[in-house]
């Protein structure tokens, strides 16, 4: 039967007012955004993951390619879907980022890593608003926040929350680019927000200012040079040439974030959970270097560094030591060179080049080397020339 002309103003009113009570609870959620678009990826997406897994630029991150067809449709994720509430949550910093990048014997934390996990804290506040919908506009829902094969920015993008900048992180004219992006997928069909342009014109501050040139052109990014990956995913030895680079930065890199100049209208956060905890925006590396398993696992828990686990961070914390010119840091380096890990044996073999004397350096290779097992360690030891 034909829908007449009173019951289409009615379904709109009813849209209208869904939308208003959706805009007021997620303010008071601590949201800083909401945008609806179509639970559908813009043309071109999918191709695009495909020619970045195709080029390498994925490196460890192999998760990215095992599920490739369904993170490339939200269909594929959820067939039902029709929709998509695509949520900000700001965690911008009160302070300028890039200052501890001078410390060198402190180190450098991204700034969401400074909090608490941002997962549990959107995925708690997205359930409360999902469950808002459901009430008022009926309907199954989903909540994703950063933890299945979907693709939240050119989804976030296609509702004109922001759009993707240079550096191929969200960028929006009301808060910049220090934002968490939370999604609520649901079966009802809402009217969709039009896109947002990119801003980002001629501006290219966030390509120079990268320490290792992770971008090989505006929009494009090689994940295997980029500091946040290496010191995250990457699972392995950092390579030689990109350790003076790192500087003092164990987790994450906020460079290419930090000089956008759209941030000027980021408002900084609200939400409590994502404040910098005590102690967690420069630590002393001096007191980091020595931690065992259980005191990485203490120090850190409840927060996104503790997914590094403690060896991938120690390495970390080892090149920054190698980077520091700290002479006060080679005792615990040198013990670490007996540490149970190749990984961390490695990195400490490194720092030690970085910081001993030559005749240190020549002294403890010799008493190490001959029983080291480890391939990759020897190498450490054997290289000839030392930056």
């Given at each position: 039967m034909p829908i007449s002309i009173s019951e289409h103003a009615e379904a709109a009113t009813g849209a209208d007012e869904l939308r208003r009570r959706l805009e007021r609870e997620a303010a008071e959620l601590g949201f800083s955004g909401l945008r609806v678009t179509r639970a559908a990826?813009?043309?071109?997406?999918?191709?695009?993951?495909?020619?970045?897994?195709?080029?390498?630029?994925?490196?460890?991150?192999?998760?990215?390619?095992?599920?490739?067809?369904?993170?490339?449709?939200?269909?594929?994720?959820?067939?039902?879907?029709?929709?998509?509430?695509?949520?900000?949550?700001s965690y911008a910093p009160d302070h300028d980022p890039m200052s501890v990048?001078?410390?060198?014997s402190r180190g450098a934390?991204?700034?969401?890593?400074?909090?608490?996990?941002?997962?549990?804290?959107?995925?708690?506040?997205?359930?409360?608003?999902?469950?808002?919908?459901?009430?008022?506009?009926?309907?199954?829902?989903?909540?994703?926040?950063?933890?299945?094969?979907?693709?939240?920015?050119?989804?976030?993008?296609?509702?004109?929350?922001?759009?993707?900048?240079?550096?191929?992180?969200?960028?929006?004219r009301e808060l910049g680019s220090w934002f968490f992006l939370g999604v609520i997928l649901t079966t009802l069909e809402l009217p969709p927000d039009p896109?947002?342009?990119?801003?980002?014109g001629r501006c290219r501050r966030c390509l120079d200012i990268c320490p290792t040139r992770a971008f090989p052109a505006p929009y494009r990014l090689d994940a295997r040079r980029c500091?946040?990956?290496?010191?995250?995913?990457?699972?392995?030895?950092?390579?030689?040439?990109?350790?003076?680079?790192?500087?003092n930065r164990i987790f994450g890199c906020d460079d290419c974030l930090a000089v956008c100049p759209w941030n000027k209208f980021a408002a900084v956060a609200r939400e409590t959970g994502l404040l910098p905890r005590p102690g967690s925006a420069s630590p002393p590396l001096r007191d980091l270097i020595g931690l065992d398993d259980r005191a990485f696992r203490d120090r850190f828990a409840g927060t996104p560094v503790k997914r590094t686990g403690r060896d991938r961070f120690i390495r970390n914390v080892l090149i920054a030591a190698g980077n520091s010119s700290d002479a006060s840091l080679l005792a615990p380096v040198v013990t670490?060179?007996?540490?149970?890990?190749?990984?961390?044996?490695?990195a400490a073999v490194w720092a030690l080049s970085r910081?001993?004397?030559?005749?240190?350096?020549?002294?403890?290779?010799?008493?190490?080397?001959?029983?080291?097992?480890?391939?990759?360690?020897?190498?450490?030891?054997?290289?000839?020339?030392?930056?």
């Open positions: 990826l813009p043309p071109g997406t999918q191709g695009r993951l495909k020619d970045f897994i195709d080029a390498g630029h994925h490196g460890d991150m192999t998760w990215l390619a095992d599920k490739i067809e369904r993170r490339g449709d939200p269909s594929a994720l959820w067939p039902e879907a029709r929709s998509a509430v695509m949520l900000a949550m990048l001078a410390l060198r934390v991204s700034v969401y890593a400074q909090g608490h996990d941002y997962h549990d804290i959107v995925k708690r506040k997205l359930k409360q608003l999902a469950r808002v919908l459901v009430r008022a506009g009926g309907g199954d829902v989903k909540v994703f926040v950063d933890t299945a094969p979907l693709m939240e920015k050119p989804l976030a993008a296609a509702g004109g929350l922001g759009w993707q900048g240079k550096h191929t992180n969200l960028v929006s896109e947002e342009p990119d801003h980002c500091i946040s990956y290496l010191t995250i995913e990457h699972k392995g030895h950092i390579a030689r040439e990109l350790r003076p680079l790192i500087g670490l060179l007996s540490d149970g890990s190749p990984l961390v044996r490695a910081l001993a004397s030559p005749g240190r350096f020549e002294a403890e290779r010799q008493r190490a080397l001959p029983l080291e097992t480890d391939t990759a360690v020897r190498e450490e030891w054997l290289v000839e020339t030392w930056p």
